[in-house]
């Protein structure tokens, strides 16, 4: 109450909507719904007894895949082209010349990869040491180069848990490379080339300039990353990791910026696991300039940025789900992002399963 007895707005308390310029749309957030009692639908716990080799799991050394070919005896990052594949190279050329604007096709071309992190499975980034982080990213730059070179854009992504549709325990992430832009990734293009026109820094520079001011919404930083709760965040402990020098594509690190990506990974990564001591699920990838053709234009409006949307809410077994409102209206969510990021820095820097 002020001093005349009349209600004031707290962020923390009441509902507001607020805006993703990245995106050009809007997120509700509804923090008082943090008090409702939940009667939903409870997760299982993260499995913990996956073990160290299993000669049937596809992904470990040696084993055979569906395809009949045998890994090799890897004892570091491994990569592959996906078996079962969503995009292909070799898509023959679409005769169709309708005009129709409401039916329009465009042929789609592209190469599927998997990475595999670690030779063992029962490890994930936060246990693994910090060369072995190392190792991962020098092989994201490798395949975004080699990839690069031919399409336009480079997708690295990784689906971490069963509650994110992960077939597979073993560690280890996917690069889909496409001969076009994908919608998130056109609609960011547009977004921080509009504002680098108008306000002649790119977007996510000046953002960071000022979520470094405040520390609000950080979580951790080091000299050369920060891991921040967006102000914009959908997901309930959702995180972005930005440079704090003008990088485009994540080829363009340095030896150092590697090595302190490697160390706020992992800082970033075990605060999740300690938050409700357990192996956090996620979905994460990387956005940065597009390649192929792109690398002859202008696209100094990118900054590369990773995003970890992770889907637990209240512990380790309940889970916010996107429907109704979110499916037909707009993306909403109830922890306010500054409570998140309250909640992750607070998170131990030492893995509970190391205390």
């Given amino acids: 109450m002020d001093s005349k007895g009349k209600q004031t707005f707290d962020f923390n308390e009441h509902q507001h909507i607020r805006y993703n310029p990245l995106k050009d749309d809007w997120?509700?957030?509804?923090?008082?719904?943090?008090?409702?009692?939940?009667?939903?639908?409870?997760?299982?716990?993260?499995?913990?007894?996956?073990?160290?080799?299993?000669?049937?799991?596809?992904?470990?050394?040696?084993?055979?895949?569906?395809?009949?070919?045998?890994?090799?005896?890897?004892?570091?990052?491994?990569?592959?082209?996906?078996?079962?594949?969503?995009?292909?190279?070799?898509?023959?050329?679409?005769?169709?010349?309708?005009?129709?604007?409401?039916?329009?096709t465009v042929p789609a071309r592209g190469k599927c990869r998997v990475i595999c992190f670690h030779p063992n499975s029962n490890i994930s980034l936060p246990l693994m040491t910090n060369a072995e982080i190392l190792k991962v990213i020098d092989t994201w730059i490798q395949e975004t180069i080699q990839l690069g070179l031919t399409y336009n854009w480079v997708q690295l992504f990784e689906n971490k848990g069963a509650i994110m549709g992960c077939s597979n325990p073993h560690p280890h992430c996917q690069v889909w490379a496409s001969s076009y832009l994908p919608n998130e990734i056109r609609i960011k293009d547009q977004m921080q080339q509009k504002y680098l026109t108008k306000?002649?820094?790119?977007?996510?520079?000046?953002?960071?300039?000022?979520?470094?001011?405040?520390?609000?919404?950080?979580?951790?930083?080091?000299?050369?990353?920060?891991?921040?709760?967006?102000?914009?965040a959908v997901w309930p402990f959702e995180t972005?990791?930005?440079?704090?020098?003008?990088?485009?594509?994540?080829?363009?690190?340095?030896?150092?910026?590697?090595?302190d990506l490697a160390d706020i990974m992992r800082q970033s990564l075990i605060k999740y696991d300690n938050l409700f001591e357990t192996s956090f699920p996620y979905s994460m990838g990387w956005h940065g300039a597009p390649t192929g053709q792109y690398y002859t234009t202008d696209t100094s409006h990118w900054v590369l940025h990773a995003s970890y949307y992770p889907p637990l809410l209240r512990s380790a077994t309940v889970k916010k789900f996107m429907v109704g409102y979110e499916l037909l209206a707009q993306a909403q969510r109830d922890l306010t992002p500054e409570q998140a990021a309250q909640r992750l820095r607070d998170s131990s820097d030492v893995h509970y399963k190391r205390k």
């Avoid at 005769?95 to 129709?100: E, F, G, I, M, Q």
């Avoid at 520079?205 to 000299?223: A, G, I, P, S």
Wanted: with cysteine; hydrophobic share 35%.
């Fill in 27 to 104: 997120v509700l957030v509804s923090p008082h719904r943090m008090k409702r009692p939940w009667a939903g639908q409870v997760e299982k716990l993260a499995e913990d007894d996956v073990p160290e080799r299993d000669p049937t799991n596809p992904l470990c050394p040696g084993s055979r895949r569906a395809n009949g070919i045998v890994n090799p005896e890897y004892t570091e990052t491994f990569a592959f082209d996906n078996d079962f594949p969503a995009l292909l190279d070799d898509c023959p050329e679409l005769n169709d010349t309708s005009d129709d604007p409401l039916f329009r």
């Fill in 199 to 232: 306000h002649g820094r790119p977007l996510l520079m000046d953002y960071l300039d000022k979520e470094l001011n405040t520390k609000e919404r950080l979580v951790v930083e080091n000299d050369n990353w920060a891991v921040l709760v967006p102000f914009w």
């Fill in 240 to 259: 972005m990791i930005l440079p704090k020098r003008h990088v485009q594509r994540i080829e363009d690190l340095t030896n150092e910026e590697k090595r």
